[in-house]
């Protein structure tokens, strides 16, 4: 027992370095870019360039550690993190701010997906609900904390220790894997690496990715913007049909006839698309028409961080009792209801602005929960490695889509105020939301795809 423990924490610890490391960086753009003395356009590749490797990467590396081994595979992803975290504390230059995100990024493109595989397989399936509940807890909690976590520590201590308090965990994370990890017994598929459905997926992923991150500077109709959207279809769908012919595909498309995945795959997406969206405009919200300090603005982020860590594990624990199907449903009505408030509301009233953030912690907590469990189904070996890097990518992909979407909005109704003043200024930052109402509302029946309580229990 004392083994599965070990590992349970050895894979948390991974986890939660690969989720800080998603939000931690952003608040302390600042700081970072007067530190190492470059223009915010060329920084913000130190946060693309993590983007699109780990979407890119995290399937065929998962995969290579079905081939390789996924005890081993882990350990080189926490090396491979612990080196990003060291380059990235000690840049002084902008070159080797991005070689430490770049070693950082395939490091946590191997720990996310593997630490939730290995952690889920460890335990009989029968505790795998409790064994979700506490990985989700990490993921959720872990993204949640990164700017309030962000904020204080590049106010006290420097933006380098943002990256170099990685150091200790990834060297404890290290030690527990090392005395609880059985190496000699690492359980080794004998197939072929599937390279060409390897390259086509890396392929198709930065392509999309780049088009996501670049929307906002390109424009919709701009030429590169469409070649890159046509690319990426065309390579997806080249995709689909490699895999659907080799012997050993780089993902089993069985996964998707498989309708709870399916179901949580799309879900996954949209609730990381509307929680990403409220949290990269309303910090800028804050900070320049509220005219709060970035850690003011952080702490008030705080409460809807805390709901996301408690509903997310809760969500996990209740799933038996409630059912899939009521509880995302929920959650995606209080995300409507987050949305309606933000509308109505958060411009004039702050208190009115927090309980809407509160809300909408607890709606993307409560979807979450369910959509752990569910995506790891009861799914072994390759299945369980290839759901976990899916479901990892897909939500990386939702948070990528929410950034450049609203982001995008934001900006144009920046740039065509006439006259500048307070209300002008509330109007063009949360009158974006409004588009979103009645799509959430249109989204709704999605929910009932879910299985009901009677129907999820009769599944185990």
Known sequence: MNRKINITIAMALGIFLVMLDTTIMNIALPAIQKGIEVDYNRLSWAL????????TCTIPLSKFGDTFGKNKTYIVGLVLFGLGSLFSGFATTFVYLIIGRIFSSLGASILLPLGNAIGLSTWNIKDRIKIVAILGLTQGGAAAIGPTLGGVITDFFGWHWIFLMNIPIVIIGIFLSGISLNFNKDIKLKEKIDWVGSLISMLSLYFLTLNLIKLKDWGIQDPKTIMCFLISIVLISLFIFVERTVKHPMIDLNLFKVKDFSASAIVALLAQFFYI??????????????HKTELEAALILLPMSSTVFVFGGLGSLVINKLGPRLLVLVGMISILLSYILIVMNGATNSTWLS???LILGIGFGVITGPINVLAASNFSGSLLTSSQSVISVVRQIGSVLGVSVFLSMMSSNLKVLR????????????????IW?????????????FPTKKKYLVRK
Do not use: E
């Open 48 to 55: 693309n360039i993590y983007t699109i490797i780990f979407a």
């Open 277 to 290: 969206g409220v949290v990269v405009v309303i910090p800028s919200f804050l900070t320049n028409v509220d």
């Open 355 to 357: 309980m809407a953030l």
């Open 419 to 434: 006259i500048i003043n307070l209300t002008k200024l509330n109007h063009a930052y949360l009158s974006i939301y409004n």
């Open 437 to 449: 109402i009645p799509v959430l509302i249109l989204l709704l029946p999605v929910m009932f795809s």
